[in-house]
């Protein structure tokens, strides 16, 4: 089961180093095109750079936007690795102020805004779940519905009806998908059809 959490909203984070003013602004991203998407939506052109990171499972990205290379979007990329997040992006926008913060201020300055940022967000533990179909009876729907609701964590994602009965698509965490399919065998004293996505 995954140990990580991603972000429930988006967020911001205001403040001044030196002069220069950082921006940070973090929020969860599903997938590569959402990330791409977020930085977009969240870099101000009038800035002088826009530098941001993003993480999706094992997919990464980061961008130094014209700073000085490994000074910006690996720091950012850091700060949210730092946090055990993932499915997260993060932009941080800098107006610089007219003082040189060096290789160093500039890591601490991209780093400490996007972690500064992060650490203000509402965050949700991540869940690995399976999907599932349930074939079912009229007879059965309504227990089998009821008890699939009630479950930590499961969603009926999808309901249809056949000529005998429904047919659910269901997301389930993945350490309950045993415990799913048991229950729903009792419930139905074995008429159930259940089958596992691969």
């Not at 950012?76 to 499915?87: E, F, H, M, V, Y």
């Not at 780093?111 to 009229?138: I, N, P």
């Not at 659910?168 to 065998?185: F, K, N, Q, T």
Request: aromatic share 6%.
């Amino acid at each position: 089961m995954s140990n990580l959490s991603t972000l429930v909203a988006k967020v911001t984070v205001r403040q001044e180093i030196k002069k220069s003013r950082f921006l940070a602004v973090a929020g969860p991203v599903p997938d590569e095109a959402a990330a791409k998407a977020f930085i977009e939506a969240n870099s101000d052109q009038t800035a002088n750079h826009n530098c941001w990171a993003w993480r999706i499972g094992q997919a990464y990205r980061f961008n130094d936007d014209g700073e000085p290379g490994g000074t910006a979007g690996k720091p950012i990329l850091q700060a949210i690795d730092g946090q055990s997040l993932d499915r997260v992006a993060v932009v941080v926008t800098r107006w610089f102020g007219g003082v040189l913060l060096g290789s160093g201020g500039l890591i601490r300055a991209y780093g400490g805004s996007a972690a500064m940022c992060l650490w203000e967000a509402e965050k949700v533990l991540l869940v690995d779940t399976v999907a599932a179909t349930v074939k079912c009876a009229f007879g059965d729907l309504a227990l089998v519905q009821a008890r699939l609701e009630a479950l930590p964590g499961a969603q009926v994602r999808v309901q249809s009806f056949t000529g005998t009965g429904a047919e659910l698509i269901v997301s389930v965490p993945e350490d309950l998908a045993d415990g799913m399919a048991r229950m729903v065998a009792d419930l139905t004293s074995g008429r159930a059809v259940i089958k596992f996505s691969e």
